[in-house]
Structure formats: structure tokens, C-alpha cells
């Protein structure tokens, strides 16, 4: 595609529930970043991948975030036993390689109830 | 470690006038600044970033920034503003050692007034 792709764009779940959040970067993008913002916040680093490792996941807040790149493309960000502090919009972003321009997708917000 | 300090939430100004939104930065590294700005439901944008080259950036739609290094600042200008600029735009600073983390501002808001 043109552009980075999250879908879905809305995902509404209840607490305790399971969620997974996928992204599609720009094709031939070697590096994904996921990033969380939180309501009238600037977006915070999660994890990134350079290829399909995770190269720093330092801002993942606990162990029930995890997030995959099985193929160096699609990545998945995976979400246990959620709770209400976990809404917000998290952002994807690829670039072609580290260091250059990353492109942001829309970002999917997740709201828990 | 890194931050970024926004120093207006907000910022109004009317369409025809200047715009400008301050940034300070704090960095142990010779930093990569960059500013983004959000539309609503729309993707973060790259406005304009230095990477130690030229201290005036030139960004796109008539934005510019200038690197001041004696003052942490980064602020961000337009000679004048148009209806099309209202949004939110974010200061980000990346340490030279690892770019792919990108710590943001908290944000300025910016209004245009007609």
C-alpha cells in the first residue's frame, strides 16, 4: 500500500479481555516502531523492530504488552488481561531503514470498558 | 536521557499573522530534533528535522526551525499562518545513537482565528 495500515482503526473490549492490533508497513520498510498516546499526550516509544526482532523493547510497560514481526512485515501488538489505563491510540510507523524518515499509520484506538 | 519541553499547549494566532511555537530540548547527545504535525484522523506528518547539518530547516508548507544550541531551543516558525495549518505539532528529539526512539513534546495546539 501507499502508506502505513493499522487496523482496526476502533476496537472498544472489556477489561481482563485479550486484544491483538496489526500493522502494515510501507512495503520494503525494514524497521516498525509502535508507540502509545495517551488523551493530550505526545506519543510514547513501545518497542521496534529492525527486521523481524524486536531490536528495543524498553517501552513496553509490563509483561502483559508483547508485540510480533514473524516476517519482517505485518507486526502485531499483542495485549493480555487489559485494563482501562491501556486506552489510548497506539501508532504504528515504519522507515525503509533505522535513522531515516519514519511514516506514521492512523493508529488504532483502544478503548476499554 | 532525553525530553522535550513544549512550552505553549496552546497557540491562537489569526490567519495572515506569524506563527511561532517554542521548543526546548534536553539531550546528553548531539540530538536529532525533528517536528511533526497531527490533522485529526490523520497520520503523523514529518514537518521538518536537523541532523546536525544547516541550523535553519526549512520544512514543508512555509514552516522553518532553528537549532539553537547556547539556548536547548528548537522552536518552530511560519511568516504567515493559513486556515489549513490548525493541528497539533509535536517537538521530537532523538538521541544520535539510536534515532528510531523518538521522545515527543506533550503537544501545542495551534488555532487560527479568520
Known amino acids: 500500500g501507499a502508506g502505513v495500515s493499522q487496523t482496526p482503526s476502533n476496537k472498544v473490549t472489556e477489561k481482563g479481555k485479550y486484544v491483538e492490533l496489526r500493522c502494515d508497513p510501507i ?61 489510548a491510540v497506539y501508532l504504528c510507523a515504519s522507515s525503509l531503514v533505522p535513522n531515516t524518515e519514519a511514516f506514521f499509520g492512523q493508529g488504532t484506538r483502544l478503548t476499554v470498558v | 536521557a532525553q525530553s522535550v519541553t513544549q512550552l505553549d499547549s496552546h497557540v491562537s494566532v489569526s490567519e495572515g499573522t506569524p506563527v511561532l511555537l517554542r521548543c526546548n530540548y534536553s ?43 547556547s539556548e536547548t531551543s ?17 517537538c521530537v528529539v532523538s538521541d544520535i545513537q539510536g534515532a528510531q526512539k523518538l521522545v515527543f513534546g506533550q503537544g501545542t495546539r495551534l488555532t487560527i482565528n479568520p
Open chain 2, 27 to 69: 539531550s546528553s547527545y548531539s540530538p536529532s530534533l525533528f517536528w511533526y504535525v497531527q490533522h485529526p484522523n490523520k497520520g503523523l506528518q514529518l514537518l521538518l528535522k536537523y541532523t546536525s547539518a544547516a541550523t535553519l530547516v526549512k520544512g514543508i508548507n512555509g514552516f522553518e526551525a532553528e537549532f539553537k544550541k
Open chain 1, 27 to 87: 512495503s520494503g520498510h525494514t524497521a516498525l516502531y509502535w508507540y502509545r498516546q495517551s488523551l493530550g499526550q505526545g506519543p510514547e516509544f513501545l518497542i521496534y523492530f529492525q527486521g523481524t526482532g524486536a531490536a528495543d523493547d524498553s517501552g513496553l510497560p509490563n509483561d502483559r504488552f508483547f508485540a510480533v514481526r514473524p516476517e519482517g512485515s505485518v507486526s502485531t501488538l499483542k495485549i493480555q488481561r487489559t485494563e482501562r489505563g491501556d486506552s
Open chain 2, 74 to 90: 528548537f522552536h518552530l516558525t511560519k511568516p504567515s499562518a493559513h486556515m489549513s495549518d490548525a493541528a497539533e505539532y509535536f
